[in-house]
C-alpha cells in the first residue's frame, strides 16, 4: 500500500490524502477516465447523479482489480463533474463509498473539476485514476 502523507498543505475539503507516496518496490497503473456505461457502451443512470457515481466506482474498482491491483492501492483520482450542484452530492456520496473502502481514513489524493461537458452528454461524472500494484502479469495480461 501507498504511504499516505499527513498534515501536509493544510486541512483537506473532504475526505481524500492531501498526498500520497508511491512504494518503491510498485509499478504505477494508469487508469483512463471510467463513465458510467454498461457492458455495451451504454449509459448507465442518464440524469441520475448518484446511480452514475456509484457505477463508475464499481466499474473502477473492476478495471484495478483486471490489473491487478485494488481501491487499497489506488492513489490518485481526479474527478470530473460536469454541473457544479452536484459537488455535495460527489461529497455525500463519496464519504459513504470511502468509508466502507477506507475505514481507517486513508483514502487516495484527489483533484474534483467542473467542466463543460464529457464525451456524451449524458454522462454526469468521470473518474480517472493512479494505483499501484506488484502484480506485473496482470498489467501485460490486462493492456494486451
Do not use: W
Not at 508511491?22 to 454498461?38: E, F, M
Not at 490518485?76 to 459537488?87: F, N, Q, R, S, W
Not at 487516495?108 to 461524472?125: D, Q, Y
Request: hydrophobic share 45%; glycine share 12%.
Amino acid at each position: 500500500m501507498a504511504n499516505m502523507v499527513a498534515g501536509t498543505g493544510g486541512k483537506t475539503v473532504g475526505f481524500y490524502s492531501p498526498a500520497v507516496v508511491c512504494p518503491p518496490d510498485a509499478s504505477l497503473v494508469l487508469i483512463s477516465g471510467v463513465l458510467a456505461v454498461d457492458r455495451d457502451a451504454g449509459t448507465v443512470g442518464a440524469g441520475d447523479f448518484e446511480t452514475q457515481m456509484r457505477t463508475v466506482f464499481g466499474l473502477l474498482g473492476e478495471t484495478l482489480a483486471a490489473a491487478g491491483s485494488s481501491f487499497a492501492e489506488l492513489v490518485k483520482m481526479t474527478t470530473y463533474l460536469v454541473d457544479p450542484a452536484h459537488i455535495d452530492d460527489f461529497y455525500r456520496i463519496r464519504e459513504d463509498i470511502f468509508a466502507e473502502l477506507y475505514p481507517g481514513r486513508r483514502p487516495p489524493g484527489n483533484t474534483l473539476l467542473v467542466v463543460a461537458r464529457l464525451v456524451r452528454p449524458e454522462f454526469l461524472i468521470e473518474i480517472e485514476g493512479i494505483a499501484t500494484t506488484r502484480d506485473l502479469e496482470g498489467i501485460h495480461e490486462f493492456i494486451g
